[in-house]
Each structure stands twice: as C-alpha cells, then as structure tokens.
C-alpha cells in the first residue's frame, strides 16, 4: 500500500515526508524544489500483541518499541501541483502519474494561507486555504476521467458488441491505477449508467463516475499544515468548512525538528508524542533552545506536531486498514525460525482470511486449509473477516 503526499507547491509536502520517513530531500522555500517524485518509507504504529503475553517479540518487517509496533508504509512525495495539472501544466502529467500507484492522499495545505496557487509565499491569511482542498479535488477528478475516457468509444463500442460486462471494460481502462473490481462494483452501484450501452455515456456521465471512483477507492485527508502560524479556532473553522472531506492540524517542520533532534541525541521525543525532553541542556545552543522552546508551545497549543496522527488517520480511518500479525505456531506465537511475532500486515479492515493468506505467500492461499485465531485458539474459515489486531496462522493442506 502506497500514501501520496500532493498539494500545490511550497506547503510543506517534502517537509512532512522528510519528517515521515526521516530521509533527507531537499527542502526550500522556493517552487519545485523537487523535480521528481521522492519515495520512502514511514510507519504507522499498533500495539503489539507481545504486551500482556510476557513473551518479548522478535520483529522483522516492522519495529517494536515499548509495546508498539511500527508498521512499515510505502510513501510518495510528488513536486507541488499547479491549477491545470491534468491538461500537463507544471509537468501535470507526469506529477500524476507517479501517484497511480497510491491507494490514498495525504493533501498537505498551507494552513495559515500564506501560499499562492502556485507556491509563492505570501502573507499569512493571504489566501484560502479550503480552496486547495476543493482545487486539487477537481485535479483528480479529471485526471481519473481522462483516463477513463482514452480511446473510450472504440474499446466501449467493441465491448457492446461481443455482449462483455461493463466492469471489464473498466477494469482494463483503470489499470495500474489501485482501483479493485469491488470499487468499481460500488461506483456502478452509485451511479445511474445504461450498463448495456457504455459507448452512449456522456463526458459528464464519465465525470460522475470518476467522482465515485475517486472517493471510493483513494480516500483523502487534509493536513492544515503551518498550524504554527495560525490558531486552533480557525483550523476548526476550515474544518467544518471542508466536511465531510476530513482534516487536522499538522507542522511538519516542527515534527522535522524534533526526529532530526532526536536522532542527534539532543532530545528524547516519539513521533507522535505530546512531549518531548531535553537530553543535556550544556549541549545545546541559545538558538536551539529558543527553537525547542518555540516547538515546546507547538505542542501545547495542539497536543502533538499532527504529523503522525494524520498518516495514521489517513490509513486507518480514510483507507480502514487494519494490523494483522501471522504466524506459524499457534501457541506460541512463533514463525519457522522460532520468532515471536516476526512479522506485522496492514489489510483492508474485513479482510479475509483466505485472501490474507494470499498476501503472505501464493502458496498459503493455493493451499489454505483453514486458519487458527491464536488468540482464542479457533479455527477460521477461509471467508472469516480479519479484525484489527488478529493474530493468525494459516494451515495447508500439505
Ligand atoms: N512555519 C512552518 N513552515 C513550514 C512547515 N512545514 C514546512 N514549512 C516551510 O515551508 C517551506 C516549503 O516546504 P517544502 O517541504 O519544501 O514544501 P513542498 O514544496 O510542498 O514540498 C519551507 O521553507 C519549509 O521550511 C510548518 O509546519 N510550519
Ligand atoms: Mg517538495
């Protein structure tokens, strides 16, 4: 599963990423800094199921720290999109296409509207910051409907003709864009189309379609980034102006701060936390304490930097993925080479399990017999929906 981080240019796209994935790009307050497309990868965090067994865990694909896993997410920094991204303005097109891979989108914005459209600074309070939010909306649908839409007579034509179902059609027109045939279910639900005559459906119908296709399969979530420069009052306000498409406050440069501060040694801080505290006060300079103390009232005025917080409610609560954790042995929790817990999955929440065991490895699927909830011991039907959580083995029938 792949998050692309989009927005116009200058609101802090690279920062976040930077801070997410604690990888160094570069950063400056000037247009597409980025010509290209950055990828890394970050983490979002679940308890893990170690805690309260007494077992320490041995991971492998993920991290374990104090009782909380950290579960690898494949991230997508594209340079800053411009109005008109979709007709191929400000290399559009290929900014898009990197993030055809992506199941869902982190909007970063200037919160504090102090960014032009196209990425000049400007004052705070400049410009309005819920208009990126409905801008990049329309950016999207019509990158997605024109795709849809290429070569669309000839291919629906072609498809009336031998009688073939609508869904293929589709299916092949939406390839490599992480749309599933189950999204495309909902969406024809949705919207009222003549499905026997695909060659008859206006721009305008395709448009619909594009709209619930968007929403459906590619979930987003606003981050009112720059918090620092503005006041939780009227991050509620954009908020609420912005429903149903959902949002939080975030600052990435603090967040930047305070892991790059961490990684140093100079500060003891988690992403994610509402605190953090200095190593060695000796160590530090005037400037950096300022710059600490600065980021200390960040925290106060909003709980946390917001930076983890909106990857995660992005993932579970935009895209509903869940954390699931195989293994080999039942009662102990173990893989082959006797690890506890090695590994740990981000699923669709329902997931299941047979389509889990798939995930883990081919054969798993090919072969499933049933599955056992480690927690309780009970075997699981090759339908049964996986729960967050859900610590699983597999059982083949050789
Ligand atoms: N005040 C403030 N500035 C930020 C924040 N995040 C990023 N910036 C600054 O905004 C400018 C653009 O950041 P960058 O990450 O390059 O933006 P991008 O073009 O969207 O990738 C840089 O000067 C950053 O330091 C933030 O949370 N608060
Ligand atoms: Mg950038």
Not at 33 to 40: D, L, Y
Not at 88 to 107: I, T, V, W, Y
Not at 149 to 157: E, L, N, V
Request: aromatic content about 6%; glycine content about 8%; hydrophobic content about 40%.
């Amino acid at each position: 599963m792949e998050v692309g981080v989009v927005g116009k240019a200058n609101v802090g796209k690279s920062t976040m990423f930077n801070a997410l994935t604690l990888m160094d790009v570069p950063v400056a307050p000037y247009p597409f800094t980025t010509v290209k497309a950055n990828r890394g990868v970050g983490a979002v965090r679940a308890p893990c199921p170690h805690v309260g067994r007494g077992t320490p865990c041995q991971p492998g694909n993920s991290k374990c720290v104090d009782g909380t896993r950290w579960v690898p997410v494949s991230l997508i920094d594209v340079p800053g999109l411009v109005p008109g991204a979709h007709e191929g303005k400000g290399l559009g097109h290929e900014f898009l296409d990197e993030l055809r891979g992506a199941s869902g989108f982190l909007q970063v914005t200037d919160g504090a509207g102090a960014t032009a459209p196209d990425g000049v600074p400007a004052t705070v309070g400049a410009f309005d910051p819920a208009e990126e939010v409905e801008w990049l909306h329309q950016e999207l649908v019509e990158w997605i409907s024109e795709i849809l839409s290429r070569d669309f007579a000839k291919h629906s034509k072609s498809i009336e003709l031998v009688g073939g179902p609508v869904e293929e059609l589709l299916q092949a027109r939406l390839t490599g864009l992480s749309i599933s045939p189950a999204h495309i279910a909902t969406a024809l639900r949705e919207v009222p189309l003549d499905r026997a005559h695909p060659a008859r459906w206006t721009t305008a119908e395709r448009r619909e379609l594009a709209v619930a296709l968007l929403r459906i399969s590619k979930p987003r979530w606003v981050a009112w980034n720059k918090c620092d420069r503005t006041t939780p009052e009227k991050v509620t306000e954009l908020s609420e102006r912005i429903a149903p498409v959902l949002s939080s406050p975030t600052s990435a440069e603090a967040e930047l701060t305070l892991r790059r501060a961490a990684r140093a040694g100079l500060v003891r801080y988690t992403p994610g936390a509402s605190t953090f505290d200095i190593v060695d006060r000796e160590k530090l300079s005037a400037g950096q304490l300022r710059a600490l103390e600065e980021i200390r009232h960040i925290l106060t005025t909003w709980g946390s930097t917001g930076v983890q917080g909106a990857l995660e409610h992005l993932v579970f609560d935009g895209l509903h993925e869940i954390v699931v954790f195989p293994v080999e042995d039942e009662h102990r929790w173990t893989d082959s080479k006797d690890r506890v817990l090695p590994d740990a999955f981000l699923v669709p929440a329902g997931t299941p399990v047979r389509t889990f065991a798939y995930k883990i490895h081919t054969e798993l699927g090919e072969n499933f017999l049933k599955a056992i909830d480690a927690r309780t011991n009970r075997a699981l039907a090759a339908d049964h929906p996986l729960e967050a959580g859900a610590v699983v083995r597999v059982v083949t029938k050789r």
